[in-house]
């Protein structure tokens, strides 16, 4: 008896759309049976956090093809890998769980505001072996064609040799522009973080507005010049005329703007 394909779960936190979840798809549908739970909307910099005070709502999803069970979600990435494991996969434990392939880097601190990590993460809470993967390029258009092959490397080795209990790998690719990739090395975690800058601004919309508002109509700057023109008679009104004025009518609601 042949033994099943390995089920891998994926998710990003560059939405279900994303170029990258896409290219990290068909590197996985080399590899075993794919599940995609993923958000519906950008979670770039959510960290772990999970939905507990709105509705969570899952949707099926065809943007991967008909060999591919796909979900979208209402939730954040680590989410994503809950709904996966305890709902979506019906009792099937997930041999490897991947997130990404990111648009820009997951290095340093950043890790901790990731949320490509973040669901990488939360497999690895769950018992579960799992890669988050993110590329240096942030341009929605990036090119992963030259970091497919390592990501299958990467993973193989991972289905194939397992991870420590708690543990999940955080795999930075440089981008296409710095050349081809001549390798992978394991490290530690670098000791950096973000030099932060906050730009200060008087919201428009915190205060009430006061406006002096005006019926008459009358444009007093072009009054004087147009009382200069030939046809028009600046001699007073005699008194009878000015006493029968006509009195202004009443507005129809209709008319009022």
Request: proline fraction near 9%; glycine fraction near 8%.
């Amino acid at each position: 008896m042949n033994n099943p394909k390995p089920l891998i779960l994926v998710s990003t936190d560059d939405d279900i759309t994303s170029k990258g979840i896409r290219v990290l798809v068909e590197a996985m549908q080399q590899l075993g049976d794919v599940v995609v739970v993923a958000p519906d909307r950008p979670q770039s910099g959510q960290g772990h956090a999970i939905t507990i005070g709105n509705p969570l709502r899952v949707t099926p999803s065809k943007l991967f093809g008909p060999d591919v069970r796909a979900f979208q979600t209402t939730g954040t990435p680590a989410d994503c890998v809950k709904l996966g494991k305890h709902l979506l996969l019906k009792g099937r434990k997930p041999d490897l769980v991947v997130s990404g392939i990111n648009h820009g880097s997951n290095t340093a601190i950043s890790v901790l505001y990731s949320g490509t990590m973040s669901a990488a993460l939360e497999a690895a809470i769950e018992g579960l072996p799992a890669v988050g993967f993110s590329l240096n390029d942030y341009h929605p258009d990036a090119d992963f064609s030259l970091v497919v092959p390592s990501v299958q490397q990467i993973a193989e080795a991972v289905l194939r040799e397992g991870l420590p209990k708690g543990v999940a790998l955080n795999v930075n690719f440089p981008a296409a522009a710095q050349g081809p990739i001549r390798g992978i090395r394991a490290c530690r975690q670098a000791d950096a973080r973000y030099l932060e800058h906050f730009e200060q601004r008087k919201d428009p919309h915190g205060y009430a507005s006061l406006v002096p508002c005006q019926t008459d109509l009358t444009a007093y700057r072009a009054l004087e010049a147009v009382q200069g023109w030939d046809i028009v008679d600046t001699s007073p009104l005699p008194a009878e005329a000015r006493n029968h004025q006509p009195e202004p009518s009443a507005a129809h609601p209709a008319d009022l703007g």
